[in-house]
């Protein structure tokens, strides 16, 4: 029996906000465990939430550059559950009338462009942690609160995704986005970016969704991907048997590649949803979105089309450079310095990107895109050769200082005045009589041992195109 996945994300995103959604404790990654608090964070009586002004523009943000409805009215809500790492008893959320609605993301699918529908975005609050003993003879766990309110925003998309592969580009792409748009650092490793993914399946032939499971706390995509492929194994295999899928709340275990089931699946109601009493309407007036919408900058996939339409890159150029923000500011920066777009598309793909994975650094460490161009111009000046090139990249990554400057100081200028060139080719042609026979004997090989004397009689400084000419004309006689 064939069955058919259907799969919608719930993501999770962390607001990069200075202070917290409702209070002014710091949200900074990495403090000494309940130093980021206050008494909102902490649910002692009496103490009222005030909404953070930042983190409603950054979710408005968000919004519009995933092309959702922006509602100029939203209300937060209680959802209520008891857990230790939720000292008031309930997280602060929007579930009757979210800030969002109707987004979409365009993903790349074998034969064509497929669109993700979001159905809506809302703003949240985070809960605390829960930090377990990591020893095994310690039966002991302890609240960190320090994440207790930071602001979240909840995109969930419709069932539109058909497979793990097209879960993983929709994530790469939403990923993009919040990174374009600054509302977000997305890092996965410190859980600023959390997916839940609801799969379910049903045999090919029929209309009827299947009963849909709930997997937790993905942090990684090779997690989102590796969980879906397995919980859709595992639904499929259940129904062949003759068994029935339970609707539940599973948590994925990578060591073991396996979901395991956490709980059974709550219904809406079990939370007991009822309007916030300390927090008035969200009003969002048309100017203030409309305000919003003119700050937001080139996205990925203008910057990629453009990059396509204007410099004539290839899409997979174009795809490699708009993948980080960084990247493509950087290479517009080199572009903008006068290197030609292909040139610099090259340098930046394959050197710069190279170091920045090798060195873990961002792109704009490494030295000013300005020297990349001025590298380029020597090049294209005939100054120096591509492969003295190389050499004073690396140079320039270890110190610091400019092409120009690195070229002068240890002598590495190209030589390419023909003059000279036609003495160098003379004087390793009278060196090595036999390979000259040889190539006027038809012999092909002996011309590149030729030219390979050449440039090591140089050291590779000798500007390649002009002493194979001038050897060409030199045996030719």
């Not at 902490?42 to 930042?54: I, K, T, Y």
């Not at 919408?293 to 174009?318: C, I, M, N, T, W």
Request: hydrophobic share 40%; charged share 30%; aromatic share 6%.
């Amino acid at each position: 029996m064939k069955f058919i996945p259907t799969i919608g994300l719930e993501v999770h995103c962390q607001l990069n906000t200075q202070s917290k959604l409702f209070s002014p404790a710091a949200t900074s990654f990495g403090a000494d465990a309940n130093t980021e608090v206050q008494t909102v964070c902490l649910g002692l009586p009496g103490a009222l939430p005030v909404l953070n002004r930042e983190a409603v523009t950054k979710a408005v943000k968000a919004g519009l550059a995933v092309e959702g409805l922006i509602h100029e009215r939203s209300k937060f809500d209680r959802k209520n559950y008891f857990y230790p790492d939720l000292p008031k008893g309930y997280q602060i959320t929007q579930f009757f009338e979210p800030y969002c609605t109707k987004g979409k993301i365009e993903i790349a699918i074998e034969g064509g462009k497929k669109t993700i529908r979001i159905t809506r975005i809302h703003i949240e609050e985070d809960a605390g942690k829960l930090m377990h003993s990591e020893d095994p003879a310690v039966h002991e766990s302890y609240v960190d609160l320090n994440r207790a309110g930071t602001p979240l925003i909840e995109i969930v998309s419709e069932p539109d995704i058909a497979n793990s592969d097209e879960a993983v580009l929709y994530l790469t792409e939403l990923k993009k986005i919040l990174e374009y748009v600054d509302v977000s650092d997305c890092n996965m490793e410190q859980g600023s970016l959390r997916v839940d993914a609801n799969v379910s399946v049903r045999p090919e032939g029929t209309e009827k969704l299947g009963t849909r499971v709930e997997i937790k706390n993905l942090n990684s995509f090779k997690s989102v991907k590796a969980a879906i492929e397995y919980e859709i194994r595992r639904q499929s295999e259940v129904i062949e048997e003759g068994g029935k899928i339970v609707q539940e709340t599973r948590l994925y275990n990578a060591a073991r590649d396996v979901t395991a089931a956490m709980r059974s699946k709550e219904e809406a109601h079990d939370y007991r949803y009822f309007p916030d009493p300390d927090l008035v309407p969200l009003i969002l007036k048309r100017e203030a979105i409309e305000g919003i919408r003119k700050e937001l900058p080139e996205l990925a996939h203008q910057k990629r089309a453009r990059y396509v339409s204007e410099f004539g890159l290839p899409e997979y150029d174009a795809g490699v450079l708009t993948a980080e923000r960084e990247t493509a500011l950087y290479f517009e920066d080199v572009i903008r310095a006068g290197a030609p777009a292909k040139k610099a598309s090259n340098w930046v793909m394959v050197e710069m990107l190279a170091i920045v994975k090798e060195q873990h650094k961002q792109i704009g460490s490494l030295f000013p895109p300005t020297n990349l161009a001025e590298l380029i111009h020597l090049i294209d000046s005939g100054m120096i050769s591509g492969k003295i090139a190389k050499d004073v990249f690396a140079e320039m990554v270890q110190s610091g200082k400019k092409a120009k400057a690195i070229v002068e100081e240890k002598g590495m200028a190209q030589i390419s005045d023909a003059g000279a060139i036609r003495e160098i080719v003379l004087a390793v042609m009278a060196e090595h009589p036999s390979s000259v026979a040889d190539f006027k004997a038809g012999k092909d090989r002996a011309l590149k041992h030729l030219q390979g004397e050449i440039m090591k009689k140089t050291r590779g400084k000798v500007n390649p195109q002009v002493a194979n000419q001038l050897l060409g004309e030199e045996l030719a006689r």
